[in-house]
């Protein structure tokens, strides 16, 4: 009775799946050989919600008399996050000392005309189970408030004296010295070295001119920044026109009547009001190389150190992210995609992607090997980052240097649907949540004066082809690269050689013959 009752068991897997899809194992049980990429027969057809004609709640943006953009999108939930960006950043301190934007970062949230102390600040937002931060980009600075909906009001006068009134006394300026020493101490000493090196192929890439200038606050600056030179700066660049107040989970008009009330008429503690010298250089991108000798032997000690490695990044110019080829070179740089040597990932993070399976599965003695693509309003980089042992530093520079030639090789259909799609399920997966939909916001409105919604990139990032790809590629392999060199550096070739294996057609460095090894 139980053989039969098998047996009819087996032959409606048999009539379900058909015969080739039915394997019978040694161990006496069957398992059905399905593709993964294909629905399942006699399955009923799925439902989806969807959302009639536009997005329920779409980004809303209003600019007040005095020029600030005030936007907001509504989300439901008790909590909000508002906050005002700045379009100020270390690429307009050419005419300053480098590093007012990291004081202002460390600087943020201290006392101002209205509270005492930073302390003072953190248990007025306590009381409505809120947050702070500030952070400082390139191009951008952004002061954030994750509160209670019902403290908005209580969350813009803070923003406004946050950004408008600071003190800035002598002990919180010493103290943000000592904090500022303490980073770049920190910087210089982190087994990852990835900061150091993305300061150094901007260096490398923009020498000398927006952003190019250091992010980070050189040693030689720390004393030269004072109150003087920092009311200097925020004359000429926290002005109403260069802000855009932003808010998530939050009635626009409630926004805009608070924006009002603290920032119509808000006359900020320097004085004047308009922009007098702003830096409007467009960014040069000059290629080049940068090289720091560095013993990394002594980066992780302990009981299981990370080897010493060497460290190497090649970048070529890309495009700004305003322009449309923006969005092929996102898709390329998902392609190429990349990491460390070591991960537990799947088919969902990555291990597809060509630095994996040209890379770092053929060669098991790269330690690393991650695409980067940095974008600005006026320019972008795309870059490799990879680490190996010192003595290898050769051959991993001609491997890197063949991934960029082969990038102008036509994509696979199946490799192209991919990196589109994981770059979609990325993107939606990011907007899930509410601080990162507030900066998206923000940054969209500050550098275009609008928001392109989520289902309108998802649109453009389908319709990328393979020729797009083909050529923005071949666009990028025409300028000269930017190399950062971090480690010992005894192995690594030229930068005419590395220069010489991007221009070429198989992307092999010149043949070096030498008399003695």
């Known amino acids: 009775m139980a053989t039969h009752m098998s047996r009819c068991r087996s032959w409606s897997r048999v009539q379900r799946f058909g015969i080739a ?33 536009q997005e329920k709640y779409e980004t809303k943006i209003t600019t007040l008399e005095n020029g600030l953009k005030v936007a907001s999108q509504n989300k439901f939930g008790q909590f909000c996050t508002v906050g005002v960006l700045v379009n100020s950043g270390s690429r307009h301190e050419a005419k300053y000392p480098s590093g007012i934007a990291h004081f202002l970062e460390k600087l943020a949230f201290s006392s101002t005309a209205q509270y005492g102390s930073r302390d003072e600040i953190l248990l007025t937002l306590e009381k409505h189970g809120g947050i702070c931060d500030c952070q400082t980009s390139r191009d951008t600075t952004m002061y954030a408030v994750s509160a209670e909906v019902k403290g908005l009001d209580t969350v813009v006068s803070l923003l406004s004296d946050a950004v408008l009134q600071p003190r800035l006394l002598d002990e919180e300026i010493e103290m943000t010295r000592m904090a500022v020493r303490f980073e770049l101490e920190d910087l210089n000493m982190r087994p990852d070295p990835e900061p150091l090196l993305t300061e150094m192929i901007h260096a490398a890439a923009y020498r000398g001119n927006t952003v190019g200038l250091p992010r980070f606050c050189p040693g030689d600056n720390v004393d030269k920044i004072d109150k003087e030179v920092l009311h200097s700066y925020l004359r000429n660049y926290y002005c109403p026109e260069r802000m855009v107040l932003a808010g998530v989970g939050i009635e626009h008009e409630q926004l805009v009547e608070c924006a009002r009330k603290y920032l119509l008429d808000a006359k900020p503690v320097w004085g004047a009001i308009t922009a007098a010298n702003v830096d409007l250089s467009v960014a040069q991108y000059t290629g080049g190389i940068v090289k720091m000798e560095k013993d990394m032997s002594d980066v992780s000690l302990g009981p299981t150190p990370i080897p010493e490695l060497t460290h190497i990044m090649i970048g070529l110019e890309s495009c700004s992210f305003l322009e449309d080829d923006f969005i092929p070179f996102a898709v390329l740089n998902m392609m190429m995609g990349g990491g460390g040597s070591f991960s537990a990932g799947g088919p969902g993070k990555g291990m597809f992607t060509r630095l994996y399976l040209n890379v770092l599965n053929r060669h098991h003695w790269m330690y690393n090997a991650t695409s980067y693509h940095h974008s600005y309003e006026d320019s972008g980089l795309l870059c490799i980052h990879a680490s190996a042992d010192p003595r290898q530093v050769r051959e991993m520079v001609e491997i890197i240097t063949r991934e960029f030639i082969q990038m102008a090789v036509n994509a696979g259909e199946m490799e192209l649907e991919r990196a589109k799609t994981q770059l979609k399920s990325m993107l939606m997966m990011n907007l899930e949540a509410r601080p990162v939909i507030f900066e998206d916001v923000g940054r969209q409105v500050l550098s275009t004066g609008k928001r392109k919604l989520p289902h309108e990139l998802c649109a453009l990032i389908s319709n990328v082809t393979a020729s797009d790809i083909k050529r923005v590629t071949a666009k990028m392999l025409r300028g000269k690269p930017a190399v950062a060199a971090l480690g010992d550096l005894t192995e690594l070739p030229s930068y005419e050689h590395i220069q010489a294996a991007l221009s070429s057609k198989d992307g092999r460095l010149p043949r070096m013959y030498r008399l003695f090894r």
Request: no cysteine; charged share 10%.
């Open 21 to 53: 899809a039915y394997r019978k194992y040694s161990s006496g049980g069957g398992y059905p050989n399905i593709s993964l990429s294909a629905p399942l027969p006699g399955i009923p057809k799925p439902v989806f919600a969807s959302v009639d004609g």
